[in-house]
């Protein structure tokens, strides 16, 4: 998602990844699940299948692990700002975690040409043999915001197509 911040030194921009759902919402589908899965654990404990109790509780173990990873994930923040000589850009989940500043006139942005139609490019910041990948959690769409965002910035974007590599 790509999101205008309001700032006196510059236009900035927040770069995250989309979420479909809080993590509220997530401990609630977890806990439907949780409810759904005992309510069958118990049918088949009363029946004599025992062994199943032990499995449910795994499967939601995976289940808890999975909404945590994937909603962890989710926490990345980029901070992109345009000052009138640098670009600034910062990266971090709960807070900035590393910055560039990088002189405006001397940056190259490289856009990766994807090899199928429904990925979206890769872009990347180059100055000085120092290449920083900008936002690789954007979709489709909002690449295409974020792409226009740079060139209404005075940014030319050149393409390039990465070597071909074994589908692994």
Known sequence: MVEKLSECEGDSFLLTPNRSMSWKGNIRIWL??????LAISIGM???????????????????????????????????????????????????????????RQYTRVWQDVPRHPWTPPKLHLQFRGEEISLAPFLNMDDTEELVAILEKHGLRIEKRRRP?????
Do not use: H, N
Request: aromatic share 12%; glycine share 4%; charged share 25%.
């Open 32 to 37: 439907a699940a949780l409810c759904l899965s």
């Open 45 to 103: 404990l009363l029946i004599g299948a025992w062994p199943v109790l032990p499995f449910a509780g795994l499967e939601l173990t995976a289940l808890a692990a999975a909404f945590y990873y994937t909603s962890r994930k989710c926490q990345k923040r980029e901070v992109l700002t345009f000052a009138p000589d640098l670009i600034r850009l910062e990266k971090g989940m709960i807070r900035k975690e590393s910055e560039w500043e990088l002189p």
């Open 164 to 168: 071909e590599k074994l589908w692994f």
